[in-house]
């Protein structure tokens, strides 16, 4: 039985040449492949960096915009003065010197983290909250749909959305208090947001940062006389053993191009 050996010297230079270049060949196929992978790659992270710059351009411009409506303030601090004010082009004005009216034993912390409701008046308008909130208040169940009709609740569509929304007093995130009637009030959506939001995240974003924080808050509905609708809203807060977290502001209950009716929350649209 006859065995043939190949060896390298066996194969011709054309067959070495040949298998050079399906090498090379192959080779230069995989750098073509990882390298469209790549400009792949970096055109959807151009996209997504593209994508954030633009939120956070759009973030520092509605902190601007907030700033240049906080431009005006007022020293009246009781309901009847705030009541007196009205709307001038500044959504919010800052009331005493952004100072919030709480007395020393306010802001004991004796009783840990409470929170507690006003009574309906006699017109079942809403009347006021208070807390001291900590992060154990805070919920974690899903907010279910809001069905409580505050008085003045006459809502339809205008140009950017609904005209109101259900505005709570003290926000759900701080103690789940979601369809209760003692926290719910008229409000419009740029009074619920971003005004009132603006500071409720703040206070959030304290809290969350640490379980032993606390802050006193207080959130007053200003209505004139005996109209339904109210003609806004004042916020207080305080953090406990700091100025972290510190304000006192009234914000009016307005929507840009839009008349409202006091006296019944029924509108006009003014200006679409």
């Not at 009541?83 to 306010?106: H, M, R, T, W």
């Not at 409720?200 to 006389?225: C, H, Q, S, W």
């Amino acid at each position: 039985m006859l065995f043939t050996m190949f060896t390298a010297g066996s194969l011709n230079s054309n067959e070495i040449q040949a298998d050079a270049t399906q090498t090379k060949v192959s080779a230069s196929f995989n750098f073509k492949k990882e390298a469209k992978k790549l400009r792949g790659s970096n055109k959807q992270l151009k996209k997504d960096i593209k994508a954030l710059e633009d939120k956070i351009a759009k973030k520092e411009q509605q902190i601007t915009d907030h700033k240049s409506k906080m431009d005006g303030s007022t020293n009246s601090s009781s309901k009847s003065e705030l009541a007196k004010l009205n709307y001038s082009g500044k959504q919010e004005v800052i009331v005493d010197n952004n100072k919030p009216g709480f007395s020393d034993s306010d802001m004991s912390t004796a009783n840990g983290p409470w929170q507690k409701y006003g009574n309906l008046d006699s017109m079942n308008r809403v009347t006021g909250a208070n807390a001291m909130l900590n992060q154990s208040l805070m919920p974690t169940a899903k907010r279910e749909r809001l069905f409580v009709n505050p008085t003045g609740w006459h809502n339809k569509k205008v140009k950017g959305g609904w005209l109101y929304n259900r505005s709570h007093l003290i926000g759900y995130q701080f103690t789940g208090q979601n369809n209760n009637p003692k926290n719910l009030m008229t409000g419009t959506a740029s009074l619920n947001s971003p005004e009132m939001l603006h500071h409720e995240m703040d206070v959030a974003y304290y809290l969350k940062g640490n379980r032993n924080r606390y802050v006193r808050y207080r959130v007053t509905p200003i209505f004139r006389g005996n109209e339904l609708l109210a003609r806004g809203v004042q916020m207080e807060a305080q953090s406990v053993g700091n100025d972290a977290i510190h304000f006192n502001v009234y914000i009016f209950n307005v929507q840009s191009g839009v008349t409202l009716n006091y006296n019944d929350g029924t509108s006009q649209v003014s200006n679409q």
